[in-house]
């Protein structure tokens, strides 16, 4: 098992500091966010290197309401701005030696589709199509991530990235699941599990309230048991967010609290598998 953090948690917090937290804290690897892959790819190549810090991917870049980096919008000019920028988020992935890219097929923070029936949903097979012939070329994976249906309108539960995935028919596209997003979306938290083991490369882990594991209501024991019991040997990302308004942005007024999440997350982590 790996054990991961996402950078995006940190907020505007300089990527060597946090690279350096990372490492010191005691995670194997980090998830880099993808507009700081492609900015400072050089610094993180060498820090990883020099820290002996794993980069196990990217968390894709596809903020709402910039329309250039929504791959299910129906303006088709804006879609292939999106896919080209998605394919600079492939480069960088490969840059930094990440072993897959996270891709939410709809934008996150758009609630409401733009067309009509299945209209979305197709325009984000296409634009995902075309980004797995990259993908495959410079040897990485595209991870479909469900998000709860306040923050995208597409892909919510593990049965729809199932569809999604199964849809493409890719070897390279795979999915996650995010136990912050399942509490909200999902019957159980061992079902989705079941669903889509066969596919699922990574896994995000979150409280209900987006704080570390154990600080929410969620029972993480029964899904780390059957993740345990179905043999998962992928990689688990902690991507909590420290206390405060607007889900969309990890920088909050009080950041301190995400360097305590962090390490609590990984010690709740490390006591539930390797005590097991």
């Known amino acids: 098992m790996e054990y991961s953090i996402c950078s995006w948690t940190f907020g505007n917090a300089a990527i060597d500091k ?3 937290f990372v490492k010191k804290t ?10 700081q892959a492609i900015q400072y790819s050089k610094l993180i190549t060498r820090l990883s290197k020099e820290l002996d810090l794993k980069v196990s991917g990217l968390t894709g870049d596809a ?10 919008n129906r303006n088709h000019l804006e879609r292939n701005k999106a896919i080209e920028y998605f394919k600079k988020q492939i480069q960088a992935t490969s840059l930094i030696q990440g072993k897959y890219l996270v891709v939410c097929p709809s934008a996150v923070g758009k609630s409401a589709q733009m067309g ?25 994976e595209l991870i479909i991530e469900p998000l709860n249906r306040y923050e995208s309108c597409i892909v919510n539960t ?15 596209v795979k999915t996650l699941i995010d136990t912050y997003h399942m509490n909200i979306e999902e019957v159980d938290m061992v079902s989705p599990v079941q669903k889509v083991i066969d596919i699922l ?12 594991l154990g600080r929410g209501q969620i029972a993480f024991a029964p899904f780390f048991t059957e993740l345990q019991r179905l043999k998962f040997k992928g990689t ?8 405060g308004a607007d889900p969309f ?14 390490e609590e997350s990984l010690a709740f982590l490390k006591k539930s598998f390797e005590d097991n």
Not at 26 to 35: K, L, N, P
Request: net charge negative; hydrophobic share 40%; proline share 3%.
């Open 18 to 20: 946090v690279m350096r």
């Open 26 to 35: 005691g995670y194997d690897a980090i998830e880099i966010q993808a507009s």
């Open 63 to 72: 903020d709402w309401p910039n329309e250039h980096k929504d791959l299910a």
């Open 116 to 140: 009509q029936g299945s209209e979305d949903w197709n325009w984000a097979i296409d634009s995902v199509c075309q980004l797995s012939k990259m993908a495959d070329q410079v040897g990485i």
């Open 158 to 172: 593990a049965d729809d990235a199932r569809r999604f995935v199964k849809e493409i028919n890719h070897p390279k």
């Open 201 to 212: 490369s990574i896994v995000h882990v979150a409280d209900s309230n987006r704080r570390s």
């Open 236 to 243: 688990i990302v902690v991507e909590c967010s420290a206390p």
């Open 249 to 262: 942005l990890a920088e909050k007024d009080n950041m301190d609290w995400i360097y305590t999440y962090a």
